[in-house]
């Protein structure tokens, strides 16, 4: 590590090295114009790719529309220099009674709070690691929300600020995507058989699991090494009860089937402050009760539905997400799902020899109607797609297709189709539609979704095949 002792970066004077990890070095330092001590990441811009990937992670981090920095290490400024890439953050708490300035201080970490704990004969109550872990898990769902994958959580990375512990390391944050690669630290990253769902929930786990055992990660699961350090009989009944319950929320978060994990970090936090102990948690850590259960309910039969399909399972959980935040859109969306099964039914239902009961013309009439609705759907299908991602826009086209009386079998069956088919594309559309910046590309993009979309090609043809028998 090369001597910057002294050197000044934007009015902030690097004081002494506190550490060094793959993607940089982390120095002390003070701001000259109010005399805080501060710490500040550099990363050599000599390794082109690292700063770049660095560079890369905290742009998404501060860029994130709607990030909760309450459980995240903040970013107060960013700069780089021909040098360097560089980026300051707050002082994290350090050893009691230690001066920052003195050679033994060191920043306090989740990991280092556990390594003391193994010296003790006490270990962490269900309380205590409850309210470690809330946090994490948190930050974890923040990061979700935006898009975003951490890449490395382990106890390393989990400072402590005024007493609570915060996610930190931006090195390996990502989008969350399926051609990700897979890194960070090898017995807190999730291995090659946790296939779908979160990537960082079996490392939250593996955390957790740390924290109720002080264990390696590499031996959950294995009986003779449930228990603390202390061993099962230094545990009242009460915290035994608790022991087993996060051992399986650990056990839960880390299934091979994807179906069986939880839906997010706010799930698994919702299963957490259900262990006994959970009073000792501040309100402002409870997410709403109510959100995680309507999520779960959802999301165990759309998981086991598409566990074999990633690009469909990645594809359904967003879309669990997006719906329990836009309820009044999936109603409506239900409501025309729910006409076209009634009509179905009363369909099905009705005699079948109501044909030869009707007066003289009836046939002729009804065989009319259903020609000129064919034609509509020919004409729309061609013509009048809606030139945006509008909801309304889609919403309107749905109305008319489904409140169209149709009673030749195949026409009404083409007409539950495009209605379902229309119903689940608008489904996954942004309430506001297309973005601001370029409306027509935007709406292009989304026609195009639609129109290469395996159910409404195969209805498209479909409509074909039924205009060609019916002579149009």
């Known amino acids: 590590m090369d001597d910057k002792t002294g050197l000044i970066l934007d009015g902030y004077q690097l004081l002494r090295p506190l550490g060094r990890g793959g993607f940089g070095e982390v120095w002390l330092c003070r701001s000259q114009a109010i005399g805080d001590l501060r710490a500040i990441k550099l990363i050599s811009t000599e390794d082109p790719a690292k700063a770049a990937k660095e560079h890369s992670a905290l742009t998404r981090y501060r860029a994130a529309a709607g990030l909760d920095p309450r459980h995240l290490v903040p970013i107060e400024h960013i700069n780089r220099n021909e040098r360097a890439l560089y980026y300051v953050m707050p002082l994290a708490d350090g050893p009691e009674g230690v001066n920052p300035k003195s050679p033994s201080w060191e920043p306090l970490t989740l990991d280092a709070v556990i390594e003391r704990r193994r010296g003790e004969d ?17 930050a974890l769902q923040t990061l979700l929300d935006a898009g975003l994958v951490h890449g490395d959580v382990k106890p390393a990375n989990i400072l402590f600020f005024n007493g609570a ?53 590499d031996t959950m699961g294995r009986s003779a090494f449930r228990w603390p350090p202390s061993g099962e009989a230094s ?30 970090f706010s799930a698994m936090l919702d299963a957490v402050r259900e262990a006994p102990g959970v009073e000792l948690l501040p309100s402002s850590l409870r997410p709403e009760r109510a959100v995680a259960e309507r999520k779960k309910a959802v999301w165990s039969g759309m998981a086991r539905w598409s566990a074999n399909q990633p690009m469909l399972h990645a594809a359904c959980r967003r879309v669990v997400q997006w719906g329990t935040h836009h309820r009044r859109i999936m109603l409506v969306l239900g409501l025309f799902l729910l006409l076209v099964a009634i009509k179905s039914a009363i369909y099905i239902a009705s005699p079948s020899g109501n044909e030869a009961a009707e007066v003289p013309g009836e046939t002729s009439r009804r065989s009319e109607r259903n020609r000129v609705f064919l034609a509509e759907i020919l004409d729309t299908l061609k013509n009048r797609m809606p030139a945006s991602g509008s909801h309304q826009e889609w919403g309107q086209l749905i109305a008319q297709i489904s409140n169209r009386g149709v009673t030749d079998p195949e026409l009404l069956q083409l007409q539950e189709g495009l209605v379902s088919s229309m119903a689940e594309f608008t489904g996954s559309l942004h309430p506001s539609g297309p973005t601001p910046e370029n409306p027509k590309e935007a709406g292009e993009a989304f026609l195009r979704v639609f129109s290469t979309a395996s159910e409404v090609g195969k209805w498209r043809k479909e409509a074909q095949r039924l205009a060609e028998k019916y002579g149009l």
């Not at 006490?122 to 948190?138: A, D, N, Q, R």
């Not at 779908?196 to 990660?217: F, K, Q, R, W």
């Open 122 to 138: 006490v270990w962490f109550s269900s309380g205590e690691i409850i309210g470690m872990i809330s946090p994490v898990l948190l």
């Open 165 to 217: 512990t915060r996610l930190a390391d931006l090195g390996l944050l990502d989008d969350d995507r399926l051609s990700r690669t897979r890194a960070g630290t090898p017995v807190f990253s999730a291995p090659s058989w946790y296939r779908g769902g979160l990537p960082d929930m079996y490392s939250a786990a593996a955390t957790l699991y740390v924290l109720l055992t002080g264990n390696h990660p």
């Open 235 to 264: 545990l009242s009944p009460s915290e035994r009860n608790a022991w087993f319950r996060l051992h399986g929320i650990v056990r839960r978060a880390v299934d091979e089937h994807v179906s069986e994990r939880y839906l997010d």
